[in-house]
């Protein structure tokens, strides 16, 4: 079973604080996307990584994605009330034919 | 800007009704998709659809059946509802099969099975 284990499940810190979320698997993946999903709506894409080693920055949230693409970060510096919410990780598995594998999330609260 | 609609946001509905949950998109994608959410088990594909009057079996679909008459709508049914379908439901679309682009969803239906 190919499965993408998000840690922590759940973080609160302050505002002003860095954070990292892990995306783990023991499967190689040709590409993996991070989504942040807020209360009540859809989850929103905010960027998809597909070669070993990439690392992509959206003003403070650095993403990473493993040398051997098996796994991923989400770095977020100096976190703001605005960032709260769940981030999902998913991805498409090598050799696989279409389904994107989903994390369980993990919930973030920053507290002003 | 380019969506993906669901027509209600929040449903009750009683046990053994028929349910219909809509889902339209007008991106023209070929792909389109119906998950649901609960809490601690991320997201779940019930059923997904590649083409016009294609369908395919995801992990969950016992309960569900669909549709896709047109290729911007996209319908979820429950053919005789039950509390263990409560939950979210997400209708999702992408543009390619390699899924690179990522998905867009809607804004989700939280139905409750009562």
């Known amino acids: 079973t190919q499965l993408l284990e998000q840690s922590p499940q759940f973080l609160s810190i302050q505002e002003g604080e860095n954070l990292t979320v892990y995306c783990n698997s023991s499967?190689?993946?040709?590409?993996l996307q991070w989504y942040r999903q807020e209360p009540g709506e859809g989850p929103v894409l905010l960027v998809t990584v597909v070669t070993g080693g990439e690392v992509k920055k959206l003003k403070r949230l650095t993403f990473q994605f493993g040398d051997a693409r098996k796994d991923s970060s989400l770095h977020i510096t100096a976190a703001q009330p605005g960032d709260t919410g769940l981030y999902l990780c998913?991805?498409?598995?090598?050799?696989?034919?279409?389904?994107?594998?989903w994390g369980a999330g993990t919930k973030l609260i920053i507290k002003p | 800007d380019v969506k993906v609609t669901q027509s209600s946001r929040y449903l009750v509905k009683r046990t053994g009704e028929k349910v219909f949950l809509e889902c339209v998109q007008d991106?023209?994608?070929?792909?389109m998709f119906w998950y649901r959410q609960d809490p601690g088990l991320g997201l779940r594909l019930i059923y997904f659809?590649?083409?016009?009057?294609?369908?395919e079996k995801g992990d969950i679909p016992e309960g569900y059946s669909v549709s896709r008459e047109k290729k911007e709508r996209f319908s979820l049914i429950l053919e005789s509802a039950s509390t263990n379908q409560t939950s979210m439901y997400l209708c999702?679309?992408?543009?390619?099969?390699?899924?690179?682009?990522?998905?867009?969803f809607g804004s989700g239906t939280r139905l409750t099975v009562v």
């Open positions: 998913a991805g498409v598995a090598q050799g696989s034919n279409y389904q994107l594998i």
């Open positions: 999702a679309s992408s543009e390619n099969l390699d899924r690179v682009e990522g998905y867009t």
């Open positions: 499967s190689v993946f040709s590409s």
């Open positions: 659809s590649y083409d016009v009057k294609m369908k």
């Open positions: 991106m023209d994608h070929e792909n």
